[in-house]
Antibody, heavy 118, light 114 residues
Framework: QVQLVESGGGVVQPGRSQRLSCAAS????????MHWVRQAPGKGLEWVAV????????YYADSVQGRFTISRDNSKNTLYLQMNSLRVEDTAVYYC???????????WGQGTLVTVSS | DIVMTQSPDSLAVSLGERASINCKSS????????????LAWYQQKPGQPPKLLIY???TRESGVPDRFSGSGSETDFTLTISSLQAEDVAVYYC??????????FGQGTKVEIK
């Protein structure tokens, strides 16, 4: 079955960097667009970024544009999120999600918590 | 961006009773060429990731109980739980995927047992 396992979360100081990973299994990873979605503590869902199935295109929410970079390694079935210049307001659980044809999000990982604090 | 607004923010329903959640989009999410509404619903139970319930506004995802149904078109949508069960306690989110590559969610509606 489809499995998405995020890792890389933790406590990081404002202005520093962190890289998240999402290991995928149970489906043909290279055939699907992949997303990052975040959820601040006690808040709702916020879409963060998407990368096309072949890595040819990537798009970002305005709130992270220029600071975050989404990437993927289809040979390793792994999705990444490089987060630079982190801010306190980036504190959230970060989920990776499998997209269906630029549409809805069919499967979600369990999430990894990133806490930005001095 | 398309803004999604859900109502109410929370509701308490007795076991076995009907629960209805509304979702309004700031512009139509109906794509005229295929007559499909680009609207999905997700369920998030405490401590868990979101789970896809419904897509194309009214198509249930495989394995989702038939007490969950989606309806509506263009800018106004409803998620209905026909007979609330204890395991349905969760926060429910609507999402538009019409205006890709920018996806937006509603603020969420918390469903509790009365």
């Amino acid at each position: 079955q489809v499995q998405l396992v995020e890792s890389g979360g933790g406590v990081v100081q404002p202005g520093r960097s962190q890289r998240l990973s999402c290991a995928a299994s149970g489906f043909s990873f290279s055939s699907y667009d992949m997303h990052w979605v975040r959820q601040a503590p006690g808040k709702g869902l916020e879409w963060v970024a998407v990368i096309w199935h072949d890595g040819s295109n990537e798009y970002y929410a305005d709130s992270v544009q220029g600071r975050f970079t989404i990437s993927r390694d289809n040979s390793k079935n792994t999705l990444y999120l490089q987060m630079n210049s982190l801010r306190v307001e980036d504190t959230a659980v970060y989920y990776c999600a499998r997209g269906f044809s630029l549409g809805y999000f069919q499967n979600w990982g369990q999430g990894t918590l990133v806490t930005v604090s001095s | 961006d398309i803004v999604m607004t859900q109502s109410p923010d929370s509701l308490a329903v007795s076991l076995g009773e009907r629960a209805s959640i509304n979702c309004k989009s700031s512009q139509s999410v109906l794509y005229s060429s295929n007559n499909k509404n680009y609207l999905a619903w997700y369920q998030q139970k405490p401590g868990q990731p979101p789970k896809l319930l419904i897509y194309w506004a009214s198509t249930r995802e495989s394995g989702v109980p038939d007490r969950f149904s989606g309806s509506g078109s263009e800018t106004d949508f409803t998620l209905t739980i026909s007979s609330l069960q204890a395991e349905d306690v969760a926060v429910y989110y609507c999402q538009q995927y019409y205006n890709t590559p920018q996806w937006t969610f509603g603020q969420g509606t918390k469903v509790e047992i009365k």
